[in-house]
Each structure stands twice: as C-alpha cells, then as structure tokens.
C-alpha cells in the first residue's frame, strides 16, 4: 500500500514540475485597479477571471501557464505537430499520418 502511495505521489509531483507557466510583469500601463492586459493578445480582462489567449495559454491577471503537453519521448520514425485550434499536440508516423504515434513523455503541463 505505501509503495502504491509513493508512486502516486511522484506521479504528481513530476507532472507539477513539468508545468510551463509565466509571471506576468505588473506595470501601469498593463494593469490597474480593476483589469489587467493580456501580454501576448494584448486584451483586456476584470481581475479574478481566467482566459486563454491564443498562444494556447491560461491566464489571469498573475500568471499565465501553458494549456498543453509537449511530447519528447515517441518513436524515431514519427513526428509530432501542433493544432493551434486545438491547442495539443498530435503524434503521427512521418510517412502516414493517419497513423498515431505512442507518446512516452510529455513535457510543459
């Protein structure tokens, strides 16, 4: 039972560090009493709300963290290429895309 324990929370703590989120600098001219402006589509959005802005990223008003996983660990005969609509990744073989790759590792979420 405590092994089950462990394993569960290294798989927790490795997906925590794996995350990509950003610190939003807070200057005047991107913030103020009651919005704060989103630094990639350059919108303005009410405090204590969330968003996700184009660059596929969740925000609010202190910090921004990617919505995806990057895959870094799939076999060499494939590729992986990205859905901006979407905002995930797909794993394909390079010669047939209509053939899903496995992902072994993902990294940045």
């Given at each position: 039972?405590?092994?089950l324990?462990?394993?569960?929370?290294?798989c927790?703590?490795t997906s925590?560090s794996?995350?990509?989120?950003e610190?939003k600098?807070?200057t005047?001219?991107?913030?103020?009493?009651?919005?704060c402006?989103?630094?990639?589509?350059?919108?303005?959005?009410?405090?204590g709300?969330?968003?996700?802005?184009?660059?596929?990223?969740?925000c609010d008003?202190e910090?921004c963290c990617?919505?995806?996983?990057?895959p870094?660990?799939?076999?060499?005969?494939?590729?992986?290429?990205?859905?901006?609509?979407?905002?995930?990744?797909?794993v394909h073989?390079?010669?047939?895309p209509?053939?899903?790759?496995?992902?072994?590792?993902?990294?940045?979420?």
């Amino acid at each position: 039972m405590k092994y089950l324990l462990l394993a569960l929370l290294l798989c927790v703590l490795t997906s925590l560090s794996d995350a990509h989120c950003e610190v939003k600098p807070q200057t005047p001219e991107t913030q103020n009493e009651t919005h704060c402006q989103d630094n990639f589509d350059l919108t303005w959005h009410v405090r204590g709300t969330t968003w996700r802005n184009s660059g596929c990223m969740e925000c609010d008003c202190e910090r921004c963290c990617s919505v995806y996983g990057v895959p870094t660990g799939f076999p060499d005969d494939c590729e992986a290429v990205f859905d901006e609509k979407a905002c995930e990744y797909t794993v394909h073989k390079k010669d047939d895309p209509s053939v899903l790759c496995p992902v072994f590792h993902y990294s940045g979420k």
